[in-house]
């Protein structure tokens, strides 16, 4: 059977389609979340990274994908989105470089909050806290090699020319400082897992209640464990000029690098919330931490995931809601104003 098809009405439909597409607005983005893993569904199970933020921002956003990301877009009404980015520095930063240039999102204005869990070295932390970055750091790039090769009891990394414009990135401080103060006065939540598993380390800072603490985040794709790599990480924060070295965590540094060769770094906000220690307690081999028998982890994963997004959603809703103040860069710090 033989259809006859009217051409120039097929043309014009076809053309009323494109410039439709063509003249869709892309969404204006004013904040974007990004986490690195979530346990199961986006909400009503386990929470990972990723739960907290979906239930308080997405739960009637529509997920939509993104062609080169590891997982779908959410965002809301007010301009708030977020996503699911990838463990690693790889999956994480492929995953932020494919929305950023997706032309459905308008990122012109936008900040960004990188938030995951880390952990962090029991001589400066504890189970539970959460650490606004001042500074990110790349822990791969540079040279190290066996310590038995070197010096007796020297560091065995040295950086490497040619990266100083990627393994370090300071971040703003004024929207450090906003972050800081308006997390101030959050109650961290804790729980008596965690408690008792602080009393097996002789630190202060490792047997204290979780805080909100400011300091260098340090990426590496490579897990690395021990009191010793622990201190070579804060040697390499004093070989940058930077912070202290207060957590560990795999994708900040990289995300950071690809925001900042589209949009700099100005407006980047990164949180880790602490849920092990960088090492074992002094009675413990590492390699029994890294792999520890049934009973033997450490509490709290449930309560620093809710701390992650408590103490982050208010410089979410500071800026959202005061768009104005915020659209044309970090204001002044909270102090003067």
């Known amino acids: 059977m033989h259809i006859a098809i009217n051409r120039p009405l097929a043309a014009s439909a076809f053309a009323l389609a494109l410039a439709g597409a063509a003249s869709a607005e892309p969404i204006h983005v004013k904040v974007f979340v990004g986490s690195m893993f979530e346990i199961g569904e986006n909400t009503g199970d386990r929470a990972g990274e990723y739960q907290h933020w979906y239930e308080r921002y997405w739960q009637d956003a529509q997920a939509n994908d993104v062609p080169g990301a590891i997982a779908p877009v959410h965002c809301n009404d007010d301009g708030v989105c977020g996503a699911v980015l990838g463990m690693g520095k790889v999956n994480a930063s492929a995953s932020m470089q494919a929305i950023l240039l997706n032309p459905d999102y308008d990122f012109s ?63 703003n401080p004024d929207l450090v400082a906003w972050g800081v103060d308006l997390s101030s006065d959050v109650e961290l939540k804790d729980s008596e897992e965690a408690r008792t598993y602080r009393l097996r380390y002789p630190d202060d800072a490792a047997q204290a209640a979780p805080s909100v603490k400011v300091g260098t985040h340090m990426t590496g794709d490579t897990f690395f464990h021990g009191p010793g790599l622990s201190a070579e990480a804060q040697y390499m924060t004093e070989i940058y000029g930077a912070d202290d070295y207060l957590v560990t965590e795999m994708e900040d540094n990289a995300i950071a690098q690809v925001i900042n060769r589209l949009h700099g770094t100005d407006r980047i906000a990164a949180i880790r919330g602490a849920v092990n220690f960088d090492q074992g307690n002094p009675d413990e081999k590492t390699l029994e931490h890294l792999d520890p028998a049934p009973g033997e982890t450490a509490g709290g994963f449930a309560e620093t995931v809710e701390n992650i997004a408590l103490v982050g959603a208010p410089l979410v809703d500071h800026i959202v809601g005061n768009w104005d103040m915020w659209k044309d860069g970090v204001p002044a710090g909270p102090e003067d104003n």
């Open 109 to 171: 204005q936008a900040y960004y909050l990188i938030t995951g869990v880390a952990g962090t070295p029991p001589s400066k932390g504890t189970i539970g806290d959460v650490v606004w970055g001042s500074w990110l750091i790349d822990y791969d790039l540079g040279h190290r090699w066996a310590p038995e090769e070197g010096e007796p009891g020297a560091p065995v990394f040295m950086p490497r020319k040619g990266y100083e414009d990627y393994r370090v990135h300071q971040l």
